[in-house]
């Protein structure tokens, strides 16, 4: 599997990812691009998952939009992504917390990390 | 059809100029050393015979040893025939990766995956019994009729039945090249291609 090495560190840009976990809350800034323009838009939420190694990793955010769920998948060397904010850490105890989808208001909190 | 013999080493994906994530699979694709160069005066047709991926010489049978002496290089695992080179290759010649720099599709060859004994719904894409219930007890995925009773008494040739899958030779067309990577003979191809991960393929022009 070296020559596959290889290949992904050819195609596996150097990237600013903040460290983050299932369970924390983070903000991805997001480029669309709508005819010749580009703007930002920011999804919040909570990491659910980090899936994946070398230039196929993805993460999913989950939130609440209003009743709905609604959760999106991004690559991590997705050329799209603008920045990653992290804005708390959350305790929990699994790495994948898909329990999180069955749960809704207060059930669904999850406690922040004390250090 | 002019090429060379690759080797499957897996499968990734890379974003494109356009930001899409286009599923990729990475060949090693040659170096192959030509073995053997057939002639029309000689032998009757033009071919040329590509080597590839080195073994050890205790692996190897004299006979063959001897074949790539003649050659001057290292014993190799994969040996294949190939017609419609344009160019004159003499004995001995290396082919890189390099031979497909102008290209844009390719073709592949190889051997698919090995499927076992399969039943008609995954062998031929029947659809089998769409109820579940109404008295189908174990006849979900069965083929249904073979044909009719007194005439013909007999079951027609061809008739689609359970068997052996995969594990046959295929050739998948119109292969784009995603990217060339020399210095390890890397060919990116956007798709998949057949084979396992470590099995050979015929990558033509």
């Known amino acids: 599997m070296d020559l596959m090495k290889v290949v992904e560190k050819e195609f596996t840009p150097e990237i600013n990812v903040p460290e983050f976990n299932s369970g924390d809350t983070i903000t991805v800034h997001y480029k669309i691009k709508e005819g010749n323009k580009e703007r930002i838009q920011q999804f919040r939420g909570t990491v659910i998952q980090k899936k994946g190694e070398g230039a196929t990793r993805t993460f999913t955010v989950r939130k609440m939009s209003g009743a709905v769920g609604v959760e999106r998948i991004f690559p991590v060397t997705s050329p799209f992504i603008d920045k990653i904010e992290v804005n708390k850490h959350g305790r929990v105890r699994r790495a994948k917390i898909f329990y999180l989808r069955k749960l809704t208001g207060k059930k669904a909190r999850i406690q922040e990390k004390r250090y | ?205």
């Not at chain 2, 356009?18 to 599923?23: I, L």
């Not at chain 2, 694709?29 to 040329?48: E, F, L, R, W």
Request: positive net charge.
């Open chain 2, 1 to 205: 059809m002019p090429g060379l013999i690759g080797k499957k080493i897996g499968m990734t994906s890379i974003f494109d100029a356009d930001g899409k994530n286009v599923p990729c699979t990475v060949i090693q694709a040659g170096p192959c050393v030509i073995t053997q160069v057939k002639t029309v005066s000689n032998d009757g047709y033009a071919a040329v015979q590509l080597s590839f991926d080195d073994k050890k010489e205790k692996h190897t049978t004299k006979a063959l040893m001897g074949h790539f002496k003649k050659a001057d290089t290292e014993p190799k695992r994969k040996v294949v025939e190939l017609k419609g080179f344009v160019k004159d290759w003499k004995l001995g010649d290396v082919i890189t990766v390099d031979y497909f720099k102008d290209d844009i599709w390719l073709d592949i060859v190889g051997l698919s995956k090995g499927k076992g004994f399969q039943g008609v719904v995954k062998r031929h894409g029947f659809s089998g019994v769409n109820d579940a219930t109404h008295g189908q007890h174990n006849r979900l995925r069965a083929p249904g009729s073979l044909g009719a009773s007194s005439y013909p008494s007999r079951v027609f040739k061809g008739m689609r039945m359970a068997g052996r899958m995969g594990g046959n030779r295929v050739k998948v067309l119109n292969l784009k090249i995603m990217k060339i990577m020399p210095e390890n003979n890397l060919l990116l191809i956007k798709g998949s291609v057949p084979g396992s991960i470590g099995s050979y393929l015929i990558i033509e022009k």
